[in-house]
């Protein structure tokens, strides 16, 4: 089913169900950006799905939550952030080794899941709905962000066919986007009103709002719950649920009594 085997995802997973549907997303969460420790190296194991990924983090995420926030923002200064794939370090994985050492932060991962942005370009009425690249090797490719993916990139041909859903005007267009994304922009993007919406997606809590990010003593906040966000919860979890009759994602199980 869509979703299964994805990232994971820890924090707030606290949902409202009506009968078997999951009618809400959990409560958003806040993020501590870490410029210390480093998730994953390019050349190592971060696209893995090993504990070796995850027992190092758990010092960095329970002093995250010691400062009052939710999970960690991991953040990479390797040399193929730029897109580059062909530049690798041949550092494995780790969680013990300074990175504030460079000049621009990219973002990887939020605790065990995948990120998503939603950046708001007002002159075309665009929603470019953003996630990492899978390229450096250093982001766990997970089922639940690969669907978001696919699901966004079919929202964005409803438009060409000129579909849309109720609530949107005629006019609303959106791009699924897999792109390198640094703190630069997320700041400036903030700043501008740009940036309208963030959240985590993995197996465990599918999509989870993102309201704050905090990066060098700065608290940046992000609004939501916003409608993409929801539409992603509302159209993978009406698929995992049976909601969606015949999706080629769904294998129908018979269970003689």
Same mark, same amino acid.
């Given at each position: 089913?869509?979703?299964?085997?994805?990232?994971?995802?820890?924090?707030?997973?606290?949902?409202?169900?009506?009968?078997?549907?999951?009618?809400?997303?959990?409560?958003?969460?806040?993020?501590?950006?870490?410029?210390?420790?480093?998730?994953?190296?390019?050349?190592?194991?971060?696209?893995?799905?090993?504990?070796?990924?995850?027992?190092?983090?758990?010092?960095?995420?329970?002093?995250?939550?010691?400062?009052?926030?939710?999970?960690?923002?991991?953040?990479?200064?390797?040399?193929?952030?730029?897109?580059?794939?062909?530049?690798?370090?041949?550092?494995?994985?780790?969680?013990?080794?300074?990175?504030?050492?460079?000049?621009?932060?990219?973002? =990887?991962?939020?605790?065990?899941?995948?990120?998503?942005?939603?950046?708001?370009?007002?002159?075309?009425?665009?929603?470019?709905?953003?996630?990492?690249?899978?390229?450096?090797?250093?982001?766990?490719?997970?089922?639940?962000?690969?669907?978001?993916?696919?699901?966004?990139?079919?929202?964005?041909?409803? +438009?060409?066919?000129?579909?849309?859903?109720?609530?949107?005007?005629?006019?609303?267009?959106?791009?699924?986007?897999?792109?390198?994304?640094?703190?630069?922009?997320?700041? +400036?993007?903030?700043?501008?009103?740009?940036?309208?919406?963030?959240?985590?997606?993995?197996?465990?809590?599918?999509?989870?709002?993102?309201?704050?990010?905090?990066?060098?003593?700065?608290?940046?906040?992000?609004?939501?719950?916003?409608?993409?966000?929801?539409?992603?919860?509302?159209?993978? =979890?009406?698929? +995992?649920?049976?909601?969606?009759?015949?999706?080629?994602?769904?294998?129908?199980?018979?269970?003689?009594?």
């Amino acid at each position: 089913g869509a979703g299964a085997g994805a990232g994971g995802g820890g924090g707030n997973n606290t949902t409202t169900t009506t009968g078997t549907t999951v009618t809400q997303t959990p409560p958003p969460i806040r993020l501590w950006c870490e410029c210390h420790y480093v998730r994953a190296y390019e050349g190592g194991t971060g696209n893995c799905k090993i504990g070796g990924n995850y027992a190092p983090t758990m010092k960095p995420a329970k002093e995250a939550m010691q400062r009052g926030y939710s999970q960690v923002l991991w953040l990479s200064k390797n040399k193929g952030a730029g897109g580059d794939s062909s530049s690798s370090s041949s550092s494995s994985s780790s969680s013990g080794t300074n990175i504030n050492n460079g000049s621009e932060f990219h973002v =990887t991962e939020v605790g065990a899941m995948n990120i998503f942005f939603v950046f708001y370009h007002r002159e075309t009425n665009i929603y470019e709905i953003v996630t990492p690249p899978l390229n450096r090797g250093d982001i766990l490719p997970g089922v639940t962000r690969q669907s978001i993916v696919e699901l966004a990139h079919g929202w964005g041909q409803e +438009q060409e066919r000129g579909q849309k859903r109720d609530q949107e005007s005629d006019d609303v267009r959106y791009e699924m986007v897999e792109r390198n994304v640094t703190m630069t922009e997320i700041q +400036q993007a903030v700043h501008d009103g740009t940036l309208v919406e963030a959240f985590g997606a993995g197996t465990a809590a599918v999509v989870t709002p993102i309201e704050c990010i905090h990066y060098n003593g700065v608290d940046y906040n992000i609004p939501a719950t916003g409608h993409v966000t929801q539409r992603a919860w509302d159209e993978l =979890t009406e698929i +995992q649920y049976g909601k969606v009759v015949d999706h080629p994602w769904s294998v129908s199980v018979c269970v003689d009594a």
